[in-house]
């Protein structure tokens, strides 16, 4: 297979990004594809709003798509960028690597930056394979997230059973060790749609369940022992109650579906959280759109007529995180210009 250098398919990696966001308070959309429907939504909803955004493609999506067909999509979102938003770059980034050889052929092929979870394995083999990573990223101006404490949920191939809070003592010694660029940490959030049971849960006066608090403490005491450093939350989708019902209404079975509540993760954003992962919410919001099409034409069968209104809605959701929770909107002039 040839190798390909991000550079040449027009790509950033996340260095500049972080230290925007860290010096400005905001946090970086980090949004999971799988398709081109996705995949455009993303590149036009971040190109409108102004926003760094990074493309994040697990490796159930990396196989589901080719990796060299994704190589040519990372390159032509580049070049579709530059006809909306000259000025604006994104990163093409890994999201939860679990062996090194995974993170070479993604670096390999055409990837800025990478995530290595190592969080699965003892303290010591994590800062190992994290290190062994990092070295082989950075000979290629590669970065290299981390993770340390574990997210419950299910999504993709990452699966846990219940959540282990991220041990601030443990993160010097860490990033020290390892060079690593970012940080994931576990304060609360939680994969897939189905974060949390509903015995955690508490209906508030409006009637909807609401999710125990973040770890806001935890936070704190990471930022104390390494100020500045970017932070990162996966699981951070809010599970929008009004796509959740749409589906239900149109013959969809999700019960107890919670997510982490917007004015939550803007205070994260606030923080030292310079990048938010969100895969859940847009899966949600194109099957509530794509289900809605089918109950109202149960006659349809062109796919542009499903997947070009799940596409747009999909969109303006993108813009109103960037604007209203992430804080990324208006960014991109300030890092790329």
Known sequence: MTTVSYKDLGLVNTRAMFKHANENGYAVPAYNFNNME??????????????????QVSSGARKYANQTLLRYMAQGAAEMIREKNP???????????????LCKSCIDTGFSSVMIDGSHHSFEKNIELTKQVVEYAHAHD??????LGVLAG???????????????????????????DSLAISIGT????YKFKPEQCKLNAQ????????RFDILEEIERRIPGFPIV?????????????????????????VGIPAEQLRRAAKSAVCKINIDSDGRLAMT?????????????????????????????????????VLGSAGQGKGIFA
């Open 87 to 101: 000025h604006l770059r994104f990163a093409l980034h890994l999201d939860h690597g679990d062996t090194l050889d």
């Open 207 to 214: 009637g909807v369940l609401e999710p125990p608090p973040l």
């Open 142 to 147: 590669v970065t290299v997230e981390g993770e």
């Open 38 to 55: 996705q995949l455009q939504a993303i590149v036009m909803g971040c190109a409108e709003s102004d926003s760094p955004f990074i493309l």
């Open 288 to 324: 509530a759109i794509i289900r809605k099409v089918f109950a109202e034409n149960p006659g349809e069968f062109d796919p542009r007529k499903y997947l070009g209104p799940a596409r747009d809605e999909l969109k303006k959701m993108i813009v109103e995180k960037n604007k209203t």
């Open 154 to 180: 299910i999504e993709d191939d990452v699966v846990a059973a219940k959540s282990v809070y991220t041990q601030p003592e443990d993160v010097e010694k860490f990033v020290q060790s390892t060079g690593v």
């Open 233 to 257: 939350l996966h699981g951070s989708s809010s599970v929008l109650p009004a796509y959740v019902d749409l589906i239900n209404k149109n013959g969809g079975k999700l019960t107890a579906a």
């Open 190 to 193: 939680s994969h897939g749609a």
